[in-house]
Nanobody
Framework: QVQLVESGGGLVQAGGSLRLSCAAS????????MGWFRQAPGKEREFVAA?????????FYVDSVRGRFTISTDNAKNTVYLQMNSLKSEDTAAYYC???????????????????WGQGTQVTVSS
């Protein structure tokens, strides 16, 4: 069992920054790939970024956030971060941290591939 707790959401003006945190716990969470997803009202849950706990792990992003968002892990703190810069109104959504096993390059963008989810944290960007 893996537990995920997000924090760091809030209200920010367009062009501003926020850093989301996802604290992970459980015996086997380091075996899982970690992803960030978001869901705006009336829309499907969307992949944002993914990585693993391995040192030097590759990172992956949806095109709309590449160059603005950075996913990273702090193994000492068992925490995954999503640094969000140059925020836009279209980034407004509930953001979710997720953990999944058996994730591949072909499957990492699918919410159905992730087994554990946090409760979500709201990000609102005002224009």
């Amino acid at each position: 069992q893996v537990q995920l707790v997000e924090s760091g959401g809030g209200l920010v003006q367009a062009g501003g920054s926020l850093r989301l945190s996802c604290a992970a716990s459980g015996r086997t969470f380091r075996a899982y790939a970690m992803g960030w997803f978001r869901q705006a009202p009336g829309k499907e849950r969307e992949f944002v970024a993914a990585t693993t706990w391995l040192s030097g792990s590759s990172t992956f992003y949806v095109d709309s956030v590449r160059g603005r968002f950075t996913i990273s892990t702090d193994n000492a703190k068992n925490t995954v971060y999503l640094q969000m810069n140059s925020l836009k109104s279209e980034d407004t959504a509930a953001y979710y941290c997720a953990a999944g096993s058996g994730i591949t390059l072909a499957t990492m963008r699918s919410p159905a591939e992730y087994h554990y989810w946090g409760q979500g944290t709201q990000v609102t960007v005002s224009s």
